[in-house]
């Protein structure tokens, strides 16, 4: 019958000696002894035993509900089972989020090396709706604990000044919501990529160079709304991204 040492397990299972000596004390697997040297020796039942403990150990299960693992019938192997199915089944969810937040932020910081590259594009706002930002209002509270800035806008009417309102994007309007701004159909734009200095609000002569460059093109500004894209480093300094369109008259 072939017998494993120590050494092997803890290499077959990647996991640390000290553990194996843990276990071992706590009850939860029992290797043999040698006669000759008192070497811990396991044999192929109890490698698979400690495969077990190793796989339940890696679903979160305390050393404490392993302890009789041994003693265990089916239905409780089961239960066990089953209730870590649904914890996985949970965690699965919750990083398929993740995984997607990664992609868009990708995406933003792809449309910032777009959009630098045009200027004054035709293109209208990929969303219909914009309310008002309400630091108190649970629904804002949702929209960045879905780790999710880019729904985050500014709207800026210019008439007879400049101001600007923090939004945030909804697919949907509802009663309870007030609208800032809603796309119609009859409104024209222009497109461009908004790089105002992280550590200074936006400057209305940022805009105001804007409106001068689309007033030579032919343009009058109706008003601005500006999608975050994201904050990096350039030239030493800290920059917004803002993805920005110019309603035009």
Avoid: C
Avoid at 69 to 74: A, T
Avoid at 134 to 152: G, R
Wanted: aromatic share 12%; net charge negative; hydrophobic share 35%.
């Amino acid at each position: 019958m072939e017998l494993f040492s120590i050494n092997d397990i803890a290499k077959i299972y990647s996991i640390p000696k000290s553990t194996l000596r843990y276990w071992e004390e706590k009850g939860l697997i029992q290797p043999e002894r040698n006669a000759e040297n008192d070497y811990r020796m396991y044999d192929l039942k109890e490698l698979i035993h400690t495969g077990d403990i190793v796989f339940y150990r890696s679903l979160g299960f305390s050393i404490k509900q392993l302890q009789n693992y041994r003693e265990m019938s089916g239905r409780q192997l089961n239960d066990l089972l089953t209730n870590a199915e649904v914890e996985v089944e949970e965690e699965l969810t919750k990083l398929k989020l993740i995984q997607q937040v990664i992609k868009d932020r990708k995406e933003k910081l792809s449309e910032i090396s777009l959009l630098s590259e045009t200027e004054y594009v035709i293109a209208a706002p990929d969303f219909e709706y914009l309310i008002a930002y309400a630091y108190q209002d649970p629904l804002n509270y949702a929209a960045f604990q879905e780790n999710n800035p880019s729904n985050f806008t500014l709207y800026l009417t210019l008439e007879p000044h400049i101001q600007i309102q923090e939004g945030l994007i909804i697919s949907e309007k509802t009663k309870n919501q007030t609208l800032i701004w809603e796309k119609q159909p009859t409104m024209q734009f222009r497109q461009i990529l908004l790089k105002i200095p992280a550590d200074i609000p936006i400057a209305p002569t940022i805009i105001e160079k804007q409106q001068k460059e689309l007033e030579k093109l032919g343009y009058q500004t109706k008003a601005v709304i500006a999608r975050y894209l994201g904050t990096t480093k350039d030239d030493e300094e800290r920059f917004e991204y803002y993805k920005a369109w110019f309603e035009i008259e």
